[in-house]
């Protein structure tokens, strides 16, 4: 195979050394960030004891590490493992072994509370798998320092090839399935920018240049089935994949700017940095010159690399499925099951077919002794049902509230809604004197449809859950494991 072709699948070894710095600093920063909702999140004192998540969404055998106890303690141990493992990673210490410890341990994490998982979840595991295939701590690490002889500048293997697909997989399917008419008559930025919920205030204030959205709406579908596949050009692969990199960064770098969706934009940054090109890096970090670097060091094909084309090849056969509606799909059941134990299962409808266009915003209030009301979002102030300035500030984090939007959507799930409200109760009333601890919770939500003429559309109020609050000590009380009774 020709140099120039060989290097469209080639990665370079600073570019991945970044990567695996960055990685492992946003890994830190996830583990950081849960810390302050462990017991809501991870426990069977939480809204979501382990009981309710097998009963709906068993997880797999090899994911059950966080199912091992519900106790605050050993969850947080497990956690604290979590982060050891992403600061190996980061320092580039028993690289490839930290790097698979922190994808086995994420993706039970991942499984231990899908209601809490986001897209960036999603980046997470996929690159954290990928990376166990890739000589993480060539460059910039301690393992490198440990070695005798430098390693091979550009990187050529089963797994830069299947890292490179993956990534521009994410993007293409997230294009394809973007089938609604409003993404082809230009509508689509604007919708999701009115999307209270997400849409940081520089959202909002561009959402009133519709000109500018359609453009930004047509730009999207462009970077996402055109741009991104000039990485695969086998002429002038440096330039390309340079303008490919920078137009997927600008890309993020409005969402991160606009919306509000956690640590995803910034995540999938990240994952774009090994494709940066020799030349770049030569400028950035120094070492070989590209005329050095004519072509990556080639060898013979390994297991790994068999592994990791078995592993992209059914990963894409997975994508492919996802284009389809389940009941619709031409690939066997089986297959895809097995794809689930093993994390391969994607879907990667990011705002497809369309963005949503019902928004709205929570109500949950609890009742005092006195037969007040009083806002559990908001203590010591009584509930109001006027819109807030931002719903989407209103929760702590992301994580709480996609969680309840996925409550709303899902509006079936009364197992869920029951502990949530428990879990409500139990955490004011253990934080509150007698006199000011509640024995009722509501949870409402006040829906609106997003109207592009300007105009307000009439909210609909809807009660999610009225809920007695357990007649038990608050200091004590313990879910262990039942699920409670629809």
């Not at 369309?354 to 709205?360: A, K, V, Y």
Request: charged share 20%; net charge neutral; with cysteine.
């Amino acid at each position: 195979m020709s140099a120039p072709r060989t290097r469209v699948f080639a990665l370079d070894g600073r570019g991945l050394a970044v990567f695996r710095i960055a990685v492992g600093l946003f890994l830190l920063a996830d583990v950081a960030s849960r810390i302050p909702d462990l017991e809501a999140h991870y426990t069977d004192q939480g809204a979501m004891p382990r009981a309710l998540v097998e009963a709906e969404h068993p997880p797999p055998v090899l994911f059950r590490a966080f199912f091992a106890s519900g106790e605050a303690a050993p969850t947080a141990a497990l956690l604290g493992l979590l982060a050891v493992a992403s600061g190996f990673l980061t320092a580039g210490r028993f690289t490839r072994s930290a790097t698979f410890v922190c994808w086995l341990l994420f993706c039970s994490l991942v499984a231990r509370n899908p209601y809490v998982v986001n897209f960036g979840d999603r980046i997470f595991r996929v690159i954290l798998l990928w990376s166990i295939f890739l000589p993480l701590g060539s460059f910039l690490s301690l393992d490198a320092q440990r070695r005798d002889r430098s390693p091979p500048l550009s990187v050529l293997s089963g797994g830069s090839a299947a890292y490179l697909i993956q990534i521009i997989t994410i993007y293409v399917y997230s294009g394809l399935l973007k089938s609604d008419p409003i993404w082809t008559e230009g509508q689509a930025v604007r919708v999701a920018l009115l999307f209270d919920q997400l849409t940081r205030p520089l959202g909002r204030a561009l959402a009133e240049w519709p000109a500018v959205c359609e453009l930004l709406t047509y730009g999207t579908l462009f970077f996402e089935l055109v741009i991104v596949l000039l990485v695969f050009l086998p002429f002038r692969t440096g330039f390309f994949r340079v303008l490919a990199v920078a137009s997927a960064i600008a890309f993020h770098m409005g969402i991160a700017l606009t919306m509000r969706i956690g640590h995803f934009p910034f995540l999938c940054m990240a994952a774009w940095l090994p494709l940066l090109p020799p030349a770049f890096w030569e400028r950035v970090i120094g070492g070989q010159t590209v005329l050095e670097q004519s072509a990556p060091e080639r060898r013979g094909v390994g297991p790994a690399d068999l592994l990791a084309g078995l592993l992209i090849g059914w990963v894409t056969i997975v994508n492919l499925a996802s284009l389809n509606p389940p009941d619709e799909t031409w690939v066997p059941r089986p297959l895809l099951e097995a794809a689930e134990q093993l994390a391969l299962d994607q879907q990667w409808s990011t705002f497809a077919p369309h963005p949503n266009r019902i928004d709205g915003w929570f109500v949950i209030s609890g009742r005092l002794p006195d037969g007040l009301l009083v806002d559990l979002q908001r203590e010591d102030e009584p509930p109001t049902w006027l819109k807030p300035e931002d719903p989407g500030a209103v929760f702590p984090n992301p994580r709480w509230m996609g969680s309840m939007v996925k409550l709303h959507v899902n509006r079936d799930r009364s197992q869920q809604k029951e502990s949530l409200a428990t879990y409500l109760c139990r955490r004011w009333n253990r934080d509150h004197p007698p006199e000011r601890r509640i024995d009722h919770v509501s949870i409402d939500y006040v829906q609106e449809l997003t109207l592009l003429d300007g105009t307000e559309d009439r909210p609909l109020r809807m009660v999610l859950l009225r809920k007695e609050c357990p007649d038990q000590d608050p200091a004590s009380d313990r879910h262990e494991g039942r699920v409670p009774a629809p």
